[in-house]
């Protein structure tokens, strides 16, 4: 089982959790790290570092992150190069590649990314394009 570590800005990693758990329930292997706007990237870097080093210990990891390019995700790619190489870090988290990854959570890490990936690619669509298909 691959456990899921959301890595975002104050407040989107804690109300996507949430509201996957009103659909599926406690999600015991999502944990969230989200940047407080009192936080430093210093503290916040260092407490995923210990976390990644503690669960990668023992079961693949995947990070999802909020924002391409912003303090969260570098911050996440920097500490999975340090503490956890092989766990892949995937950008533009949505609910539905949370709900995804959820859903094939036994899957391994690397394949999982690409899962999540599909599922929140394929909920973009403008309008009402996605009918019939």
């Not at 940047?35 to 503690?54: A, G, N, V």
């Not at 766990?87 to 949370?98: I, W, Y």
């Amino acid at each position: 089982m691959t456990d899921l570590v959301l890595v975002t800005h104050f407040g989107v990693g804690e109300a996507i959790k949430q509201a996957a758990e009103s659909i599926y329930g406690p999600c015991c292997r999502v944990t969230v790290f989200d940047l407080r706007p009192d936080d430093s990237c210093d503290r916040m870097r260092t407490r995923l570092i210990e976390h990644l080093r503690d669960s990668c210990a023992t079961r693949p990891v995947l990070i999802l992150t909020d924002l391409p390019g912003a303090t969260p995700h570098n911050t996440a790619c920097t500490a999975a190069q340090t503490a956890c190489p092989a766990a892949p870090v995937v950008t533009g988290l949505n609910l539905p590649m949370l709900l995804r990854a959820l859903n094939h959570a036994d899957a391994p890490a690397s394949e999982l990314a690409e899962i999540a990936v599909t599922g929140g690619v394929r909920c973009v669509f403008a309008g009402d394009s996605h009918v019939g298909q």
